[in-house]
């Protein structure tokens, strides 16, 4: 089966560091993707990791541990607008499929 | 233009009645996906197609079909609606292990 876990809600400060964590057990991986959803509205790509180690994209940044089923999100220097859910995205290789975790829903307050 | 259209954007509709809900890319994809989301329990994959002619069940396409009139155009029908199937459906399209560009939903409520 599949199964990838992220904590359900988090909350942060304006201007503050948050990270995200997602693990995940599947049966065949290609890769890992992150995306941010705004309420009511479609997701919307942030990241990709298919090798372990830090990929980094201005404010965003995103990790994975293939040997550890590990990945987490880094969000510096919060905003208001980054109060979001963000998805976490697993590639099943032999299914050229996405599944998707259920989502970390973050509110930033001032 | 949006990359992917959905349509209709709303929808509210009684128990038994037959919906379609209408999805058009244009990135030149061929692959798309139909997906529902519910509060708490995230992205669910209904369908998917790799081209015109490979169409394949989701984790749960029970209640559900599916029809690719083109490589750009995929659509969701529910034969005869129930209300849980009431929730937030997203269309997607892909290039091969590629990040899935996403339509911006379709909000159906089922009466």
């Known amino acids: 089966g599949q199964n990838i876990d992220q904590p359900t809600e988090m909350t942060a400060t304006e201007g503050a560091i948050v990270q995200i964590n997602c693990t995940y057990q599947?049966?065949?991986?290609?890769?890992l993707f992150w995306y941010q959803q705004h309420a009511g509205e479609a997701p919307t790509f942030l990241s990709y990791?298919?090798?372990?180690g830090l990929e980094e994209k201005g404010r965003f940044s995103s990790f994975l541990s293939r040997s550890k089923g590990y990945s987490y999100l880094l969000l510096k220097e919060l905003q208001m607008k980054d109060s979001a859910s963000y998805l976490c995205?697993?590639?099943?290789?032999?299914?050229?499929?996405?599944?998707f975790g259920t989502g970390t829903r973050l509110q930033v307050f001032p | 233009d949006a990359d992917v259209t959905q349509t209709p954007r709303n929808r509210i509709t009684k128990t038994g009645k037959r919906i379609m809900l209408e999805c058009s890319q244009t990135?030149?994809?061929?692959?798309m996906y139909w997906y529902r989301q519910d509060p708490g329990l995230g992205l669910q994959l209904i369908y998917y197609?790799?081209?015109?002619?490979?169409?394949n069940k989701g984790e749960i396409s029970d209640g559900y079909s599916v029809s690719r009139q083109a490589q750009a155009k995929f659509s969701l029908s529910l034969e005869s609606a129930i209300p849980n199937q009431t929730a937030l459906y997203f269309c997607?399209?892909?290039?091969?292990?590629?990040?899935?560009?996403f339509g911006s939903g379709t909000r159906l409520t089922v009466v």
């Open positions: 995205a697993v590639w099943i290789y032999n299914t050229d499929k996405l599944i």
């Open positions: 197609s790799f081209d015109v002619k490979d169409i």
């Open positions: 997607a399209t892909s290039a091969p292990g590629g990040s899935y560009t």
């Open positions: 990791n298919v090798l372990d």
């Open positions: 599947t049966s065949g991986f290609n890769g």
């Open positions: 990135k030149g994809h061929d692959r």
